[in-house]
């Protein structure tokens, strides 16, 4: 019996060594620039240093406008997600913020936990390294909807409204035992999810053949050395937490809130809008046709008056 298990056990090291090597020596790893290069990618903004890295960000509008509006993208596409929303919103009068969530984008890929109190830290640090000390105007796409309203409800003195499109739902629980196996996730996590990123993309719209290239921009941040750790880890550490916790957390701050859906949304469907008016009842709520998970980029005459007269109001 011992021979017996000692034999499955040299077996199961023999795998566990033969993945890790074709991990580490085969073409499967495709991010090997470093982020010190990012400068030479011309990928514009600015950078700033935080407590955990370096934050790519961009800040524009009038400097002495009243509250500052910031946008919190989802769980792999970067700031660009906000182009279009980002000028309007900063052409309007409103000083607005975006950056990219550590690990996108040309943001650092730190090596700890990507979870719920790294990215609340670094929208915080963010936030108080650019000294924007008033409420803010919080704006979150898909994953961006939970970190908005986690920090609404860590931060409601510095929260002056929150606005979701499209939030991420989760109600916590474990991942797949292949996902969450060291090793083994991360050589799943290489061969089987990360060569199908970009071109999942273009299911966020409805309309994908208006965005052609979408897929190529996206490719951009998958060249830099730690972007498949930092989505695993988040897999693995923030989408295994309960979202919904978030949201009712951030309704009983008093925050006035918003919700945004494109009715053909496949990510998070517009179907789940009644769960969230359960968490949120006093949440006002748009269902956008003819658009799916971002309605902002495909139906920006519809979101973004919307969108200006929530933030315009939300002091009234």
């Not at 600015?46 to 009243?66: I, K």
């Amino acid at each position: 019996m011992r021979r017996v298990t000692l034999g499955l056990a040299v077996v199961i090291a023999a795998a566990i060594a033969w993945l890790a090597y074709r991990f580490e020596s085969s073409n499967l790893e495709t991010t090997r620039l470093t982020m010190q290069e990012r400068r030479l990618a011309n990928a514009g903004g600015e950078y700033l240093q935080t407590f955990d890295g370096v934050v790519h960000y961009e800040l524009a509008g009038p400097v002495d406008a009243a509250h500052t509006v910031v946008l919190v993208h989802g769980f792999s596409v970067p700031y660009y997600l906000w182009d279009g929303t980002f000028e309007s919103l900063a052409k309007a009068g409103h000083r607005v913020l975006r950056y990219d969530l550590f690990g996108r984008g040309f943001s650092d890929r730190v090596t700890h936990e990507y979870n719920a109190e790294l990215f609340d830290r670094q929208l915080v640090e963010v936030l108080n390294a650019l000294r924007i000390r008033g409420r803010v105007d919080l704006v979150g796409s898909s994953m961006g909807g939970p970190i908005a309203a986690g920090f609404a409800c860590r931060h409601e003195d510095r929260t002056r409204s929150l606005m979701l499109i499209g939030p991420g739902y989760s109600k916590g629980g474990p991942l797949p035992w292949r996902i969450m196996t060291p090793v083994v996730g991360e050589y799943l996590f290489a061969t089987e999810m990360a060569p199908g990123l970009p071109a999942g993309q273009m299911t966020d719209f409805k309309h994908p053949e208006r965005f052609p290239d979408w897929s190529a921009r996206y490719r951009v941040q998958m060249q830099y050395h730690g972007f498949r750790h930092a989505l695993l880890s988040t897999l693995r550490h923030y989408a295994t937490s309960d979202w919904s916790a978030e949201y009712a957390c951030a309704t009983r701050t008093g925050v006035p809130a918003y919700l945004i859906w494109g009715k053909e949304d496949r990510d998070v469907p517009a179907s789940l809008s009644g769960e969230f008016k359960k968490l949120m009842p006093k949440a006002e709520l748009l269902v956008v046709e003819d658009a799916a998970h971002v309605p902002f980029l495909e139906r920006p005459e519809v979101v973004l008056p919307v969108l200006l007269r929530f933030i315009e109001g939300a002091g009234i």
